[in-house]
């Protein structure tokens, strides 16, 4: 009896211990798999975020040497800007198309898509300045173009897949350092290479290769590691969603206000930056190395946009971030206009500082502005929600942009300078007036869990007609 309990309370033990190994082997593989998928997320992010970096460089490495684009094909500033203006107006119909195929094919194949069809556009584009063709160089811009706005619609839906909503801002704010390291690359890197060997093509082939180097990198690698993640559970299974004229009426309001938010501040930034080479040059007598520097300073300071993404997430008040971020480029451009008339010495201090606001508008615009969306879109829609701000903004930045260089070659820099002011005190009216709205109604005030449910009841309605509509055609079969 006695050895029969021995032996049978050191089998209980051994299964004791057993268990307890098993469970400890379990705790361990869920603990490394969560430190897996912890490490995956930040690749996730870094990819997501390398996928635009090329295709900007590119995109912004044209007005870097804008002065020696003029002089090659023979264009005046008005003809420059209408030549980038009508790449645009084009860049804006194709971005709603390319926001809806989202929805419609998925976030993996658009990515793929959008990457092939960018690199193939922008080798185009090097191709026409090489030869020199102006049309042929037009044409792989417009291409470049176009879907470069199709991989910026997909960066927002594809890293609300891997982060938690509460850190939705300063996960984007990260993704945001593509545009400004873009900036600054083609920035230091275009014009020197222009101006030593005196060949223009040189500079954009150095953009390319930047661009087959990391948007390949980028988007094979994203999306592999979306795919595995979503096999092993990890990741939701994203319903491809049934494009349908009904789905328009999910964009409310609310919506189409941050949209004209987005429109103004985004124009009278690069309404001034895509001319801004031209005004220092031209009125100031700056060289174009030192110019295209100067002009990198915004984008240094929109580096600390991760703090201000981490200051989005933490803040209940959307919509006050979003006048402060306004604010700054109206200061910014405030700086221009009551010293516009300095001279080349007196300049660098009068530059500096206003470009230093316009850098924290950078670092907070575009992100608020983005998050907003967010907020106020249902999921089954954001591609489309994305796709529409983006056409919006072309649009803004090529009738601006247009309007710029008609005032450059027509009017005083007094006036080059008020233009981009004017649209920016419309931005930061607008915005106030965001915020008295969402004081009564708190529509940007929701937790996120509250508002993605609220989200996915606007869509059910849709699903349960369809349900019902099925089961009345099974009980007539």
């Known amino acids: 009896m006695d050895t029969n309990s021995d032996q049978s309370s050191e089998e209980i033990n051994c299964q004791n211990k057993n268990q307890s190994k098993c469970n400890q082997k379990q705790d361990e593989s869920k603990l490394s798999s969560f430190f897996s998928f912890a490490v995956q997320k930040w690749l996730q992010i870094f990819f997501v975020t390398l996928i635009t970096l090329g295709p900007f460089i590119c995109s912004y490495g044209i007005s870097s040497v804008k002065e020696g684009f003029k002089e090659q094909f023979n264009l005046n500033d008005f003809q420059y800007n209408t030549m980038q203006s009508s790449i645009t107006f084009v860049a804006c119909v194709f971005s709603l198309f390319c926001g809806v195929i989202t929805d419609k094919i998925g976030l993996r194949k658009s990515l793929l898509m959008f990457s092939i069809l960018c690199?193939?556009?922008?080798?185009?584009?090097?191709?026409?300045?090489?030869?020199?063709?102006?049309?042929?160089?037009?044409?792989?811009?417009?291409?470049?173009?176009?879907?470069?706005?199709?991989?910026?619609?997909?960066?927002?839906?594809?890293?609300?897949?891997?982060?938690?909503?509460?850190?939705?801002?300063?996960?984007?704010?990260?993704?945001?350092?593509?545009?400004?390291?873009?900036?600054?690359?083609?920035?230091?890197?275009?014009?020197?290479?222009?101006?030593?060997?005196?060949?223009?093509?040189?500079?954009?082939?150095?953009?390319?290769?930047?661009?087959?180097?990391?948007?390949?990198?980028?988007?094979?690698?994203?999306?592999?590691?979306?795919?595995k993640a979503e096999k092993r559970g990890q990741l939701q299974q994203v319903a491809i969603s049934d494009i349908n004229l009904k789905h328009v009426k999910y964009l409310s309001f609310n919506y189409l206000i941050v949209v004209l938010i987005g429109v103004f501040g985004l124009a009278s930034f690069y309404a001034y930056y895509f001319n801004s080479q031209t005004i220092l040059k031209k009125y100031y007598h700056i060289d174009g190395i030192t110019s295209?520097?100067?002009?990198?300073?915004?984008?240094?300071?929109?580096?600390?946009?991760?703090?201000?993404?981490?200051?989005?997430?933490?803040?209940?008040?959307?919509?006050?971030?979003?006048?402060?971020?306004?604010?700054q480029i109206v200061l910014g451009y405030l700086i221009w206009i009551l010293f516009y008339d300095c001279q080349q010495d007196e300049c660098y201090k009068i530059v500096i500082p206003a470009y230093i606001f316009l850098g924290i508008f950078l670092s907070t615009f575009t992100n608020a502005v983005w998050y907003c969306v967010f907020l106020i879109t249902p999921t089954k829609v954001s591609g489309t929600a994305y796709g529409i701000l983006v056409s919006s903004k072309n649009l803004g930045i090529?009738?601006?942009?247009?309007?710029?260089?008609?005032?450059?070659?027509?009017?005083?820099?007094?006036?080059?300078?008020?233009?981009?002011?004017?649209?920016?005190?419309?931005?930061?009216?607008?915005?106030?007036?965001?915020?008295?709205?969402?004081?009564?109604?708190?529509?940007?005030?929701?937790?996120?869990?509250?508002?993605?449910?609220?989200n996915n009841q606007l869509i059910q309605p849709d699903q349960k007609s369809s349900q019902s509509s099925d089961n009345q055609l099974s009980q007539l079969n």
Request: aromatic share 16%; charged share 10%.
């Open 119 to 227: 690199l193939c556009g922008y080798t185009l584009q090097l191709i026409g300045i090489y030869l020199p063709n102006f049309y042929v160089q037009c044409i792989g811009q417009a291409i470049g173009y176009i879907n470069l706005n199709g991989l910026t619609v997909i960066q927002g839906p594809l890293i609300s897949r891997w982060v938690d909503k509460k850190q939705y801002g300063f996960c984007l704010s990260i993704t945001f350092l593509s545009v400004r390291f873009a900036d600054v690359i083609s920035s230091w890197t275009y014009p020197p290479i222009y101006e030593n060997t005196g060949h223009l093509y040189l500079s954009f082939l150095l953009g390319v290769i930047l661009l087959a180097t990391t948007l390949l990198l980028g988007s094979i690698s994203s999306f592999v590691m979306d795919l």
């Open 292 to 327: 295209g520097r100067l002009f990198s300073i915004p984008f240094f300071v929109s580096f600390s946009s991760p703090v201000f993404g981490f200051v989005l997430d933490k803040i209940k008040s959307k919509t006050s971030f979003l006048i402060f971020s306004v604010s």
């Open 398 to 454: 090529a009738l601006f942009g247009m309007l710029e260089g008609y005032i450059l070659d027509q009017h005083s820099v007094f006036w080059a300078i008020m233009h981009p002011l004017i649209l920016s005190a419309f931005a930061f009216i607008i915005s106030i007036l965001l915020f008295i709205k969402n004081k009564k109604e708190q529509f940007l005030n929701f937790d996120y869990k509250s508002k993605l449910e609220l």
